[in-house]
C-alpha cells in the first residue's frame, strides 16, 4: 500500500491536505509535516481544517498556511486526510471532499472505517504523526527542523506526554530522531503546556469544581457549559487537557467530559448540543462506547456528538457504567 500511495502522490499536481475538525496537536502536526513534505518534492498542496488552529499550536512552522475554505475543488488529483476515523470528520466539507478522484486515509484510530481507496491505517501507531514521518522517511523526503517540530509536538500530544497507553518504542525512537533533527522539547513544552490564558486557568477551576462520580466510584463526569466559557473569556480549545483530571480519581475507570456546543441551527426545546470525551485507565474499551454513539476514537480516548438535554446525557452515561463488566472490557 505504502508503494502505490507514494506512486499516486508522486504523480500528483494538485493535492489537498485535511485534518479533523478541533484539531488537536496531531492533526496539526501531521498535516504540517505532510504539507512541508509535499512540498519538497514539488507538488501544490492546499492545506485545510475547518477550525481555528488553538493559540498553543501557534508557534508550529508554517502554521499560517492552513486554509479554512476551500477553493477550485475540480483541481486537486488526490485528497490526503489525516488523523480522521471516517471521512465526516473533516466536517462540513467532507461531501465536497469525497468528490476528489483519489483519497488516501493516513489513521492510527481503531475505528477507522477504510474510507478512501488507499489506507495507511496503522492502530498500533501512537500518532498519526508518526506514521507521517514513516511516509515521508519511504519518499526519501529530505528532514528539516520544521518537520521535525510538527511530528515531535504530534507525538508529544496524542500520547499525553509520553503518558498514556499509546506510548510505545516507536514514540521514543521518532521523538529522539526529531531532537536530533535540532526539536528542542522544552520549547515544544512551553508552547503547547507553558502559555495558558488566565481564564483558561479559572475555567480548569469551574471544571474541576463540576466533577461528579457515579455511585459505584468507577465514573466521572465533567461539565464545560458555554456559560463558563463566557464567564472565564475563554474558547473551546481550552478545555482541551481538562478530561484528565477527572480520570487521575482513585478507582475512576472511565471520565467523560461533555462539552456543550454553540447551539448553531440546533433544536429550540431546551435539548442542546454536546460533545462527549471519553478517557479511560486502560480496562474498559471507550472507543465501543463512542462508537455506539456514531462516535469513535481509541481503546483509551475517544469522543461522539449528541443532541440531549444536559440531564438526560448525565444519566444515559451514568447507565453505561453498568455494562463496565459486560461488554466494554479489553481483554
Ligand atoms: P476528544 O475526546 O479529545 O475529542 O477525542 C478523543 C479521540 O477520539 C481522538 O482521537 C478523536 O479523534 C476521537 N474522536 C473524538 N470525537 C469523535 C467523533 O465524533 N467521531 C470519531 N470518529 N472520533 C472522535
Ligand atoms: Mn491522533
Not at 481503531?110 to 491505517?121: E, P
Amino acid at each position: 500500500m505504502m508503494k502505490k500511495i507514494i506512486q499516486q502522490l508522486t504523480s500528483s499536481n494538485r493535492v489537498l491536505l485535511a485534518s479533523h475538525v478541533n484539531p488537536d496537536g496531531d492533526a496539526i502536526g501531521a498535516l504540517l509535516a505532510t504539507g512541508i513534505g509535499l512540498e519538497k518534492l514539488g507538488c501544490e498542496v492546499v492545506l485545510y481544517n475547518e477550525s481555528a488552529i488553538p493559540a498553543v499550536y501557534r508557534f508550529l512552522p508554517s502554521v499560517d498556511n492552513i486554509q479554512k475554505q476551500l477553493t477550485d475543488l475540480e483541481r486537486f488529483d488526490t485528497a490526503v486526510i489525516l488523523d480522521c476515523g471516517d471521512l465526516s470528520r473533516v466536517g462540513s466539507a467532507a461531501d465536497s471532499i469525497a468528490t476528489i478522484p483519489v483519497i488516501i486515509n493516513i489513521d492510527h484510530h481503531t475505528t477507522n472505517t477504510r474510507f478512501g481507496q488507499y489506507h495507511l491505517v496503522d492502530v498500533d501507531a501512537c500518532a498519526t504523526s508518526e506514521i507521517v514521518y514513516r511516509l515521508i522517511q519511504a519518499m526519501g523526503i529530505e528532514m528539516d527542523t520544521a518537520m521535525a517540530t510538527a511530528i515531535y509536538t504530534g507525538i508529544l500530544t496524542d500520547t499525553g506526554s509520553f503518558r498514556f497507553s499509546n506510548t510505545n518504542q516507536a514514540a521514543f525512537s521518532t521523538c529522539e530522531a526529531m531532537v536530533a533533527m535540532g526539536v528542542k522539547p522544552s520549547t515544544v513544552a512551553q508552547h503547547v503546556y507553558g502559555t495558558y490564558s488566565l481564564g483558561r486557568i479559572k475555567l480548569l477551576n469551574l471544571a474541576l469544581d463540576s466533577i461528579e462520580i457515579s455511585n459505584n466510584g468507577h465514573f466521572s463526569i465533567m461539565t464545560v457549559t458555554r456559560e463558563m466559557l463566557a464567564d472565564t473569556g475563554t474558547q473551546p480549545e481550552d478545555a482541551d487537557g481538562l478530561i484528565n483530571y477527572a480520570r487521575r480519581i482513585q478507582d475512576v475507570k472511565v471520565a467523560a467530559l461533555i462539552h456543550e456546543l454553540e447551539n448553531g441551527n440546533g433544536p429550540s426545546d431546551g435539548r442542546k448540543r454536546f460533545h462527549v470525551s471519553l478517557r479511560s485507565d486502560g480496562s474498559v474499551d471507550v472507543s465501543r462506547i463512542a462508537s455506539d454513539f456514531g462516535g469513535g476514537g481509541h481503546a483509551g480516548a475517544a469522543g461522539f456528538s449528541v443532541v440531549s438535554s444536559l440531564t438526560e446525557l448525565k444519566r444515559t452515561i451514568y447507565s453505561l457504567s453498568d455494562g463496565f463488566c459486560g461488554t466494554c472490557h479489553l481483554n
